[in-house]
């Protein structure tokens, strides 16, 4: 089992380090594309590689394109040829099952963070709400990582605090997957808001979803991890869970809605808490491992980090 | 008699402020205060006729007027006598020693030691009247004597002089001249000889300094008067001759005020201590005065170099040490000072309910769009083939069990075809599906010819002749899916129309005829018997 995991864990770092190369090819192969759409002279930097990837584009198929391309965000074209395994392997077959969540606490929480991590709306299936002082819950998160991945769960979220604020969020995809490091801020419960009864109950339908200006590479990778948490929704859902990107601060929001006076006046009640996310790394591995390598981290005191946008403009 | 009434009085009150007490002076007192104005009325009219201006010739000095308006009309009358006075005391000076002038009191004249109390007696009372005038007459006081001695000096200088001088030579002139001569080279007379050095010192000094610093000198001297008494009291005065100095002043006449001469005294008794080498601050101080401005200024400069160097030296404040830790400063001490950095991290947005909006408007023109970031569902494609689904038929079977065994035996043996099933029925239809399109792919392609393939198939023959046919169809059509001869008519050999038979061949015809007929017709009656 043991060496299964690591087998496994391999294979998904060889393949993640091919999809450099990939992704490589497959620039030249769109720009070369792109070049003959456009009837324009090829670039000099492909002249060498030019027929063998002429070659490889015609033998491509149609079929190949359409397959893929329900895996990647609106940004490709239907007309290029969108290679398989790139950053979002690990979310391949994510699209066909539902999520499984495990949401819980750092060591000791306070009731405050309890009332926030249950008031999450990522409890739609959420399998496991266990915010480690039960029992039956290990100690040690590597235990946990292996229960997890036993359960077959597909995401496990830790959520931190400081003195009854929270102020961290970890998730982490499960089978060796990547784990994103955010930071909260400006939390806002729902205890907090003091016409609670007003508000009623949660709604439990599956949420629509809305990420906005997440527009470069880390910023859709983060999107991507943030999308898969949710499963996919009905199309008349009137629940919407909002992460918008403003200055690399994405801004957790959830409204539900309804459309009174027909189509063109929306209402919407905020229900739930609010809180600002702020990404500061993502790593290529689960939360237990201490040495995986680092796909992005925040750098904040270089001096350019004033003018950096890393999440998109 | 008016004249001599006012001198008296004048003298009187002179007399009185002298022996008043000093304690007396600290609190306001009117009579002191009338006896001293009457004092400075005395001393101001006897000036008047010697200044060389016309200043007016009575001091008034009713109780309306205050100190400051008294001492500008002193100021009126000392102003140009001072430097008139100055200059014939030089010239005094220089006369030759040998002049018999004035008759200084001896106790005076002698060493200090010796008459110390009665020094200190004259020097007292001396003290006295100048703490005394100070407010109103410090400087008519010492031009008052300056001016006697002066007046003395004058006439000895005419004495001697009066061989050697005319209308072009002034000896006095000359010696002025001289003097000037030798500050600007040696400057302040530093290195000359002992008593003319001295003396020339100080009368050129006096001399130098302008008219602003006349108060300050006289004040200056008054110090150096102070501060001398007690030194020259103290000290012998190595080498210092009775003949160097007092053969000059045994000349003044003896109605010379005590105080003039000693001043002059001290004050040559200090430059020649001074020129002897021990340290004195006035001689410091007048050596300074001494030097040009530019040694000045680099005195200043090392002196502030000096203090540079020091701070230098020392540690300097925990705030200028670069990185410092609590404990290597004071308690709270970061506290008082205003530290400013620049902050390179953005800070948390503030939300506040412009950003709220924007963000309810942006989510309200999504969902009129309808344009949701979801997890889409992946379409379905197919992995595997579909399974076949054996369809069973419920039905009893029409054909018997040994039926049944027949056609099993027969599809082995390969006689019947096989019977088809639901999924050969599809693979047959795409078979001639296939094999058509390959058909005409090759006739279109191939140049050599490739006949028809035969496809097996149950189908309805039209007997339509060939000719028809072919007209139509191309070369490639055969004419083997026509009705063959056989099919058409069975039959053996001559084969006669109804026209061409002979009578007898028409008999046998109908012979063969109701044989037949009645061979069939015996099972008949036998069937319709048994209904």
């Known amino acids: ?313 | 008699m008016d004249a001599t009434a006012a001198a008296d009085k004048g003298e009187a009150a002179l007399k009185l402020l002298e022996y008043a007490d000093p304690s007396h002076f600290l609190s306001p007192s009117a009579d002191l205060v009338t006896a001293a104005r009457a004092a400075s009325q005395h001393i101001y009219s006897s000036l008047v006729p010697l200044s060389p201006a016309q200043p007016p010739s009575t001091l008034l000095t009713d109780p309306a007027f205050d100190a400051e308006q008294i001492w500008s009309q002193i100021e009126l009358l000392a102003r140009p006598l001072l430097p008139h006075l100055r200059r014939q005391l030089r010239r005094l000076e220089q006369q030759p020693p040998s002049q018999p002038q004035a008759t200084l009191p001896l106790p005076v004249e002698k060493p200090a030691d010796s008459e110390e109390e009665e020094e200190e007696d004259g020097q007292g009372s001396e003290l006295d009247e100048l703490k005394e005038l100070e407010e109103t007459d410090d400087e008519e006081e010492l031009s008052d004597d300056e001016e006697d001695e002066e007046e003395e000096e004058e006439e000895l200088d005419q004495r001697a002089h009066k061989g050697l001088e005319d209308q072009f030579l002034k000896i006095g002139e000359m010696a002025e001249f001289l003097d000037k001569g030798d500050e600007e080279e040696y400057g302040g007379g530093a290195n000359r000889g002992e008593e003319k050095k001295a003396t020339k010192n100080w009368m050129a000094e006096s001399d130098d300094e302008g008219d602003e610093d006349r108060d300050e000198e006289g004040d200056e001297d008054l110090e150096d008067f102070e501060d001398d008494d007690e030194d020259g009291e103290g000290e012998d005065g190595g080498g210092i001759m009775y003949k160097d100095f007092f053969e000059k002043s045994h000349n003044r006449p003896a109605k010379k005020r005590d105080g003039s001469t000693k001043k002059v005294q001290f004050k040559e008794d200090t430059h020649t201590m001074e020129l002897d080498g021990s340290e004195n601050d006035d001689g410091n101080v007048e050596e300074e005065q001494g030097l040009s401005t530019h040694e000045k200024e680099q005195l200043k400069a090392r002196a502030k170099i000096e203090q540079m160097e020091k701070a230098a030296l020392e540690s300097s404040a925990w705030t200028m040490q670069g990185e410092v830790t609590a404990s290597s400063r004071p308690i709270n001490s970061a506290l008082e000072v205003d530290l400013d950095f620049e902050h390179n991290v953005r800070p948390a947005p503030v939300i506040t309910e412009e950003v709220t909006a924007s963000l309810e408007d942006m989510i309200k023109k999504r969902i009129a769009e309808g344009h949701f970031d979801d997890v889409e569902k992946p379409s379905l494609l197919p992995s595997k083939a579909p399974k076949e689904h054996k369809e069973l038929d419920e039905s009893k079977s029409k054909k018997g069990l040994a039926e049944l065994y027949e056609d099993d035996y027969a599809q082995k043996a390969g006689i019947a075809p096989a019977p088809l099933a639901i999924s050969d029925e599809l693979k047959q239809q795409a078979n001639t599906l296939f094999k058509r399109i390959c058909l005409k792919l090759d006739a279109l392609s191939h140049f050599h010819f490739a006949p028809k393939p035969v496809i097996e198939d149950m189908s309805v023959q039209a007997n339509v002749p060939a000719l028809a046919m072919e007209e139509i169809a191309p070369v490639a059509v055969s004419d083997a899916a026509m009705l063959a001869p056989e099919e058409v008519f069975e039959g053996k050999g001559d084969v006669k129309e109804e026209g061409e038979l002979t009578q007898a061949e028409r008999k046998r015809r109908r012979a063969n005829k109701k044989r037949r007929y009645a061979a069939s017709h015996k099972e008949r009656p036998a069937k319709l018997q048994k209904d």
């Open chain 1, 1 to 313: 089992m043991i060496r299964r995991n690591q087998r496994l864990r391999r294979e998904y770092l060889y393949s993640k380090s091919l999809e450099g190369a990939d992704r490589a090819q497959f620039e030249k192969k769109r720009r070369i594309r792109q070049a003959l759409e456009e009837g324009k002279p090829i670039p000099t930097e492909l002249r060498n590689e030019e027929h063998e990837l002429r070659r490889q584009i015609d033998l491509e198929d149609q079929e190949r394109q359409a397959n893929d391309l329900f895996l990647f965000c609106c940004v490709w074209r239907l007309g290029d040829a969108v290679p398989t395994n790139i950053v979002d392997n690990e979310y391949a077959t994510a699209t066909i099952r539902e999520p499984k969540i495990m949401l819980t606490t750092s060591r000791n929480p306070s009731s405050p963070l309890i009332q926030f991590v249950k008031w999450l709306p990522v409890n739609l299936n959420i399998m496991f709400f266990a915010p480690y002082c039960c029992s039956f819950l290990c100690q040690v998160i590597s235990e946990i990582v292996e229960a997890c991945r036993s359960h077959d769960i597909t995401d496990l979220i830790l959520v931190h605090e400081h003195r009854g604020k929270p102020d961290g969020l970890i998730v982490s995809h499960l089978p060796h997957g990547p784990t994103a490091y955010f930071g909260l801020l400006n939390v806002v419960t729902r205890h907090d808001i003091k016409d609670r009864k007003t508000m009623g109950k949660m709604s439990e339908a599956y949420p629509h979803l809305i990420l906005d200006n997440f527009s470069t590479k880390i910023g859709e990778r983060t999107a991507t991890i943030l999308k898969h948490l949710f499963p996919v929704p009905k199309p008349d859902s009137k629940r919407i869970i909002t992460f918008a990107n403003r200055d690399d601060y994405i801004s957790f929001r959830h409204h539900v809605y309804e459309k009174p006076g027909g189509p063109k006046s929306i209402d919407l009640k905020e229900v739930g808490p609010r809180f600002e996310l702020r990404l500061y790394q993502i790593k290529l591995g689960t939360v237990e491992l201490s040495e995986a390598k680092s796909e992005f981290v925040l750098r904040p005191y270089i001096n350019t980090a004033k003018k950096q946008r890393t999440l998109g403009a």
